[in-house]
Nanobody, 120 residues
């Protein structure tokens, strides 16, 4: 499984960005997916996660009501709509996929990350 993020950039506080994560390879094996972020000097943290069918999602308290995670399995793509961005949202955002192969797993896959910078 290969994951490629896109959509990061520089935005002013209060603005919006939409991140995308395109999956390729053994996409049939992918189960849950999620977005993580890591700010300088901090640990990587979970931002949002979504189940395989998209029926269940969960969010970090810090982004609830502002961010929305979704996925389009037909396009093998996951999204993160980020609204009302704050300077503290500045971080490198990573896409994560959890995969199972027959009786083996889960295996974690990561994208290369995309930088999101929110100016005040």
């Amino acid at each position: 499984v290969q994951l490629v993020e896109s959509g990061g950039g520089l935005v002013q506080a209060g603005g919006s960005l939409r991140l995308s994560c395109a999956a390729s390879g053994s996409t049939f094996s992918i189960n849950a997916m999620g977005w993580y972020r890591q700010a300088p000097g901090k640990q990587r943290e979970l931002v949002a996660a979504i189940t395989s069918g998209g029926g269940s999602t969960n969010y970090a308290d810090s982004v609830k009501g502002r961010f929305t995670i979704s996925r389009d399995n037909a396009k093998n793509t996951m999204y993160l709509q980020m609204n009302s961005l704050k300077p503290e949202d500045t971080a490198v955002y990573y896409c994560n996929a959890e995969a199972y192969y027959s009786d083996y797993g889960p295996y974690d896959y990561w994208g290369q990350g995309t930088q999101v910078t929110v100016s005040s």
